[in-house]
């Protein structure tokens, strides 16, 4: 496109000039530093919501060069000609990216400027914190800002209303944008301080099974999954394993958080009790099924599964209590009905149903 195009002085026409011999550089600087960006995340384990990256157009910059070209004596005076974003979830997480920013890329800390800081009524949409940095082999300054999903879709949201064009809005919308805009920051700050919550709660429980203190530990998703850290089926397994002298094949445990519920326990502590007083019993099923056969592998989920059902047997459950396990743990159909009867057939002459 030619330099008649716009409106620009011969000053404003060289910089144009300058960029369209570096925009291949450009373009190569975006790719570099989003998979920099990329790399560092992913080994601090930080997960973000999207990293994304563009050279400014040549349109764009040419109208920036009309309304204040005077002030850049070279195109390096521009410092967003390639800019990134980096949009977290979490209010926290902006400071773990501006850290790993900080140590990838050499940050011109007297250009780069924290809108967090600002108090106006109307900043949330606009409290991004923008890093100006330099990449080593690279002579151009780029721009890395960072918010979190919610400041973005503000943002974007009050961009196409033409909310900041200079129109004047009126008073009554003025002021709903301002309570929406109090309330998703609101919303912003909450869902950080709940994830902060949960964490210190894991940490807690993790604590609590470590120690042994099961009973203080009520049962969910959460602690249950610790709880399978302890490998409290192993020694059970290992003892059917060794009948056919068998391989354990691990597999997913967290299918019997909803198994140990329909058994009534409500703490790891319940769980753990269920365990001492039924594995014998669950002992006997699982040698009777595999006794006569020449299975070499078992599967990790025999023994919490033969444990609920001795628990069902034990307290006359029966074929109910039966296909009510086998439709959690199978997902609901004709089949569990049949497997229940089965197997109560099976076990009937067993010695812990005769005592």
Not at 1 to 29: G, W
Not at 292 to 307: F, G
Request: aromatic residues 8%; charged residues 25%; hydrophobic residues 40%.
């Amino acid at each position: 496109m030619s330099n008649n195009t716009y409106n620009l002085d011969a000053h404003c026409q060289a910089i144009l000039e300058e960029y369209r011999e570096h925009l291949p550089e450009f373009e190569k600087v975006v790719t570099t530093v989003k998979a920099s960006l990329e790399k560092v995340f992913a080994e601090a384990g930080l997960v973000v919501a999207s990293i994304e990256g563009r050279v400014k157009t040549e349109g764009s910059l040419a109208g920036k060069l009309e309304l204040k070209g005077a002030k850049y004596a070279t195109l390096a005076d521009i410092t967003d000609i390639v800019g990134l974003r980096v949009i977290t979830f979490y209010i926290d997480d902006v400071d773990k990216v501006a850290s790993a920013v900080d140590r990838l890329f050499d940050v011109d800390w007297e250009n780069s400027v924290d809108k967090r800081k600002a108090h106006e009524i109307d900043s949330f949409g606009y409290m991004s914190l923008h890093y100006i940095c330099r990449k080593k082999g690279f002579p151009y300054r780029f721009e890395v800002q960072m918010r979190t999903v919610l400041q973005h879709a503000w943002a974007n949201m009050n961009h196409d209303t033409g909310y900041k064009s200079g129109v004047e809005i009126p008073r009554e919308y003025l002021r709903n944008l301002s309570r929406l805009a109090g309330m998703l920051e609101l919303v912003d700050e909450q869902f950080s301080s709940i994830r902060t919550e949960l964490t210190d709660y894991r940490r807690r429980v993790q604590a609590l099974v470590a120690s042994g203190n099961l009973n203080d530990v009520l049962l969910d998703a959460d602690t249950f999954r610790s709880y399978l850290q302890l490998r409290p089926f192993d020694k059970l397994n290992r003892r059917i394993a060794a009948v056919n002298q068998a391989e354990i094949q691990e597999v997913n445990l967290m299918p019997y958080l909803e198994a140990f519920k329909l058994m009534r326990c409500q703490t790891l502590g319940d769980i753990d009790r269920l365990i001492k007083e039924y594995s014998e019993p669950a002992y006997q099923i699982a040698t009777y099924q595999i006794g006569l056969t020449d299975l070499d592998i078992i599967s990790s989920s025999l023994a919490p599964q033969d444990i609920c059902i001795a628990g069902i047997l034990i307290k006359g459950a029966g074929k109910l209590g039966l296909k009510m396990l086998f439709d959690i743990l199978n997902g609901e159909s004709d089949s569990n009905e049949m497997m229940a009867e089965f197997l109560l057939e099976q076990t009937r002459d067993l010695p812990f149903m005769n005592q």
